[in-house]
């Protein structure tokens, strides 16, 4: 049984990094063909895809957002790690890290998410 | 990378049927078998409803299926239910690993 969750600061000053931690189980980041995805939703807004990261250290990022993200792995923990530099109120959102389904770019099981408040 | 165009809501009554379509490029939607939806109630977990166009996870119930016409995909539910009420997303793969969700469509069983 896969599952995920994520960790990390409630609050963020505008300015700050903020670090997010998705710790899994059900599956092994040193298997081939396995990722792990990070996916936002602002409050009333949309979906949007963060970063992804494969078993082989290949990562992928949203572009508009590549200069201020960095996906991490530690396969010994189970855990991915995302930081985001320059938090901004706009960053305001729940933050999902999620398992994809081999290699067809969806994605099959989700944290419940944390919710991330951008603030002064 | 804009995102790919969903209706903003749609609605149907208990038994019927609706679809909600997905508009992306020739980048995206059109290039790839690799379309999926999800379902998402406020305050849950997104999940994953079809994947690759078309194909449905298991303990997906068959009243939901997916299609594609070039740039356009659909997701159908037919026999409306009123737990189907949710938020729904499409996505797809956009190129060199990268990923684009729809605007998202708010489905109102009557």
């Known amino acids: 049984q896969i599952t995920l969750k994520e960790s990390g600061p409630t609050l963020v000053k505008p300015t700050q990094t903020l670090t997010l931690t998705c710790t899994f189980s059900?599956?092994?980041?040193?298997?081939?063909?396995?990722?792990v995805g990070w996916i936002r939703q602002p409050p009333g807004k949309a979906l949007e895809w963060l970063a992804l990261i494969y078993w082989n250290d290949d990562k992928r990022y949203r572009p508009s957002l590549k200069s201020r993200l960095t996906i991490t792995k530690d396969t010994s923990k189970n855990q991915v790690v995302l930081t985001m530099t320059n938090m901004d109120p706009v960053d305001t959102a729940t933050y999902y890290c999620?398992?994809?389904?081999?290699?067809?770019?969806?994605?099959?099981?989700w944290g419940q998410g944390t919710m991330v408040t951008v603030s002064s | 990378q804009s995102a790919l165009t969903q209706p903003a809501s749609v609605s149907g009554s208990p038994g019927q049927s609706i679809t909600i379509s997905c508009s992306g490029t020739s980048s995206d939607v059109g290039s790839y078998n690799l379309v999926s939806w999800y379902q998402h109630h406020p305050g849950n977990a997104p999940k994953l409803m079809i994947y690759e166009d078309n194909k449905r996870p298991s303990g997906v119930s068959n009243r939901f299926s997916g299609s594609k016409s070039g740039n356009t995909a659909s997701l159908t539910i037919s026999g409306l239910q009123a737990e189907d009420e949710a938020d729904y997303y499409c996505?797809?793969?956009?190129?060199?690993?990268?990923?684009?969700f729809g605007g998202g469509t708010k489905l109102t069983v009557l």
């Open positions: 999620a398992h994809p389904r081999g290699l067809t770019y969806s994605f099959d099981m």
């Open positions: 059900g599956f092994s980041l040193s298997t081939s063909g396995v990722g």
């Open positions: 996505c797809s793969y956009a190129g060199s690993s990268t990923v684009i």
